[in-house]
């Protein structure tokens, strides 16, 4: 059965946007190209070649969301921004909740603090410093 992966959208700074997710997520980085590295790169204008077409970082262990997908918009696209969407991560402990509750948490904007919930023993909601919204959960209580 496929399983949903989700591709962010970065204004250019999709390199670094990928590199904190590595640490802040445990994963590790298998893919980052640039336009101008891609097989598109003579359809692609100049000022684009320095941006990431595609990063693909794996993520360890039981999260649904087995990978992550990103990339910058070209130059010829405008950046919208994420809208309407946020990212779910389940940890089986509220410890490792916590720890990458905090690491995303660095620079960006706690929405809702770590806290009880009935679904969870913790749960928590932040915009991380690139714009990406998270829910994090730790230990899901059976409901």
Known sequence: MPQPIAYLSFNGNCADAMKFYERALDGKLELMMTFGDSPMCAQMPKQSHS????????????NSLGALYAGDCPANAPYEGIKGVSLTLNYDTVAQAERVFAALADGGTV???????????TWGMLVDKFGTP??????????
Do not use: D
């Not at 941006?51 to 039981?62: D, N, P, Q, T, V």
């Not at 929405?111 to 023993?121: D, E, L, R």
């Not at 998270?134 to 409901?143: K, T, V």
């Open 134 to 143: 998270w829910i994090i959960n730790g230990e899901n209580l059976p409901i």
């Open 111 to 121: 929405t809702m603090p770590m806290q009880a919930a009935f679904w969870a023993k």
């Open 51 to 62: 941006l990431i077409m595609h990063a693909r970082l794996a993520l360890e262990g039981g």
